[in-house]
């Protein structure tokens, strides 16, 4: 039941576009020694994101614009995204990397904004897949996922 779930929930978050092949492999280095590894590394995912967005706002506020500093701050948060896979956020952090290059404050304002967003929707997704997947209980352990 929990692995058909897993592979149900992961497959919608895939197709909408939160997630990439990434998040899937975290999934697949989970076991019964450590069941709930994929859920740890999400949660220090968003520890570690908030701390970085707090630092990209903070930036961000400062007078002269430092399109140099954004974009550096930028490119951690793009490889935290890229680690857990987590393809919408990516996707606007590249965005941002490219108003920086561009120097368009705007264009980074608002592609940080959308990925506020996202980090939001993402959470509250996550949280709602392994909340689901701690009630239907422990894996099966007879079955192997795959086919993704």
């Known amino acids: 039941m929990q692995l058909l779930l897993r592979y149900l929930i992961a497959c919608v978050l ?5 997630l990439d092949e990434q998040f899937c492999q975290i999934e697949d ?15 220090l995912f968003f520890k570690d994101s908030a701390r970085l967005m707090t630092n990209i706002e903070q930036a961000m506020e400062k007078n002269p614009r430092d399109f140099n500093r954004w974009d550096s701050h930028m490119q951690q948060l793009k490889g935290s995204c890229s680690s857990i896979g987590a393809s919408r956020m990516k996707n ?15 264009g980074c304002m608002r592609s940080f904004q959308k990925l506020k967003r996202e980090h939001g929707v993402l959470r509250q997704k996550l949280e709602s897949y392994f909340q689901l997947l701690r009630q239907a209980g422990p894996a099966e352990t007879a079955i192997r996922r795959g086919g993704r």
């Open 92 to 106: 606007e952090c590249t965005s941002f990397r490219n108003s920086c290059g561009d120097e368009n404050a705007e």
């Open 29 to 43: 280095l989970q076991d019964e020694a450590s069941p709930n590894f994929a859920e740890e590394v999400v949660s």
């Open 14 to 18: 895939y197709v909408e576009g939160y």
